[in-house]
């Protein structure tokens, strides 16, 4: 699952410091584990990922990934961060976390198929 989470027009960004896509710029999320919900995975996944909390928000849309033997089904959700400008600290599997203005986005060496979702959703616009 991942978390879209923007505040005064800049996006949670974390670089991934593991493969797939190691390096490449993505949203915070990760997996669920036994017991959560949804929500509350979203939200430890991104405390975990950027120290900031957030609260879980409506359901964008869902992304299928295939690479090597893995084919993941990642669920996205908007999700509101509960504090004021808080300090990044990336953790888990994060190499690095940044509040990026939507108008650099698209620049950025985002995972495959990210800047697209964000187009497709009003969030970030692409030049064709």
């Known amino acids: 699952m ?4 923007i505040d005064d027009d800049r ?4 670089r991934r410091g593991r493969p797939p896509h190691a390096g490449y ?12 919900t949804l929500a509350e995975a979203l939200v430890r996944e ?7 909390d957030v609260v879980c928000d409506r359901f964008l849309g ?8 893995l084919h993941a089904v990642i669920l996205d959700f ?4 509960l504090d004021d400008d ?7 599997d994060a190499s690095e976390c940044a509040w990026v203005p939507l108008v650099d986005v698209p620049e950025m060496l985002l995972v495959p198929g990210l800047a697209e979702f964000l187009s ?3 969030f970030i616009e692409l030049l064709a």
């Open 120 to 122: 497709d959703h009003g």
């Open 78 to 81: 908007e999700a509101i961060s």
């Open 11 to 14: 996006l949670l960004l974390v």
């Open 46 to 52: 991104v405390r975990e990922e950027t120290g900031i």
């Open 62 to 69: 869902w992304v299928e990934r295939f690479d090597n033997d």
């Open 25 to 36: 710029w993505s949203i915070p999320g990760g997996r669920v584990e036994h017991g959560e």
């Open 2 to 5: 991942g978390a879209v989470v």
């Open 86 to 92: 808080p300090p990044l600290r990336a953790g888990d």
